[in-house]
C-alpha cells in the first residue's frame, strides 16, 4: 500500500464496511512488514556471529594477545546493533515497537544485554569456540523467552527456536569431543546456517 493511499482513502466517502476493510489491509501490510524485518534482523546477526567466529579463528592462527581477544567480538556486536536499528527505523512500523518508537529503551536493554555477556566472558574463559557457541544459543533462546525487545509471539518462538537449535550443536560437539577443526568449522557455520536460514524463511513468508 502506498505511504498516501490510506489517507487518501479515509478521506474519501466510505460506508462502515470499506472502512473496516481499509483497516484491516493497513493492519496486514504493517505485520508482514513486521515479519520481514524480524527475518532480516536474525539474518543479520547471524552474519555477525559467524563473522565474530571467523575473526578469532584468524586472531588465533596469528596468535594475538589475549587483551585483542578480549575487544574483537565489539566492532562486530556495534555493527549488528547498529544495522539492526536501521533496519526497524526503516520499517517505520507502529509505536508498539520500542526499537522504532522508543530509541532510548531499545538502546538501553542492548546495552544491558551486551554488559551481561561481557560479565558471564569475564568468569568463563573458553580455550574454543564450542563454549561461546553455547553462549551465544543460550543468550538467544533467553531473550526470546523474556522478551526482551517486545517482539511478536510468532517471531519469539522461530528466535527461541534458534537459540534452542544452536545451543543443541554446541552440546553435541561437547559430546562428541570433536577436534578444534571441527567445531571451529560448525562454529562458523552454525549462527549462519541456522539464524540466517530461519531469518530467510520468516523473510520470504512475510
Avoid at 510468532?154 to 577436534?179: H, K, S, Y
Amino acid at each position: 500500500m502506498p505511504a498516501g493511499a490510506f489517507s487518501d482513502a479515509m478521506n474519501e466517502t466510505m460506508t462502515p464496511r470499506e472502512a473496516a476493510r481499509v483497516l484491516t489491509d493497513a493492519a496486514g501490510f504493517e505485520r508482514a512488514l513486521e515479519r520481514r524485518t524480524e527475518g532480516l534482523t536474525m539474518m543479520t546477526w547471524g552474519l555477525v556471529s559467524s563473522a565474530m567466529f571467523v575473526t578469532y579463528g584468524f586472531a588465533d592462527v596469528l596468535g594475538a594477545t589475549p587483551w585483542v581477544f578480549s575487544v574483537l567480538w565489539l566492532p562486530w556486536v556495534a555493527a549488528g546493533v547498529l544495522m539492526t536499528f536501521a533496519l526497524w527505523r526503516s520499517a517505520a512500523l507502529s509505536r508498539d515497537r520500542p526499537v522504532v518508537e522508543d530509541a532510548r529503551a531499545y538502546w538501553l536493554r542492548t546495552l544491558g544485554l551486551v554488559l551481561a555477556i561481557s560479565l558471564v566472558f569475564s568468569f568463563v574463559r573458553p580455550d574454543g569456540p564450542t563454549l561461546p557457541l553455547a553462549i551465544l544459543g543460550a543468550a538467544w533462546a533467553l531473550v526470546a523467552a523474556v522478551n526482551l525487545f517486545r517482539s511478536h509471539p510468532e517471531e519469539r518462538r522461530l528466535a527461541f527456536a534458534a537459540g534452542v537449535i544452536v545451543l543443541l550443536v554446541a552440546i553435541v560437539l561437547v559430546v562428541t569431543r570433536a577436534p578444534i577443526e571441527v567445531s571451529g568449522t560448525v562454529s562458523i557455520a552454525a549462527p549462519l546456517l541456522v539464524l540466517g536460514g530461519l531469518g530467510y524463511w520468516q523473510t520470504l513468508r512475510g
